[in-house]
């Protein structure tokens, strides 16, 4: 049985996905990457921007997404995160 991803997991390959791509990704890979639905990546995209763990740059009149430092502690938190509840096999 596949089990859907929870929130935190989608957030987090939102932004594993971003720094991949050597922290540049243009918006179109990074939907198809992102295997959701293109509403609940606007919902997802939007929230990642509010709380700004990723902005938009323009480079000669195209969009790029990139990651915050925010960003980055994120990735590196949930890493800490993971690693404890392997750990405690949780």
């Not at 540049?24 to 295997?35: D, F, V």
């Not at 990139?66 to 502690?73: E, N, P, R, W």
């Amino acid at each position: 049985m596949i089990r859907k991803r929870d929130r935190l997991e989608v957030i987090h390959d939102f932004l594993k996905i971003i720094q991949a791509n050597h922290n540049s990704i243009k918006m179109t890979p990074l939907l198809r990457q992102i295997n959701l639905s293109s509403q609940s990546f606007n919902e997802y995209f939007n929230e990642l921007i509010k709380k700004q763990l990723i902005k938009e740059i323009y480079d000669d009149n195209k969009k790029y997404i990139t990651l915050t430092d925010k960003g980055f502690k994120f990735i590196e938190k949930y890493k800490l995160i993971l690693g404890f509840i392997g750990e405690f096999e949780l």
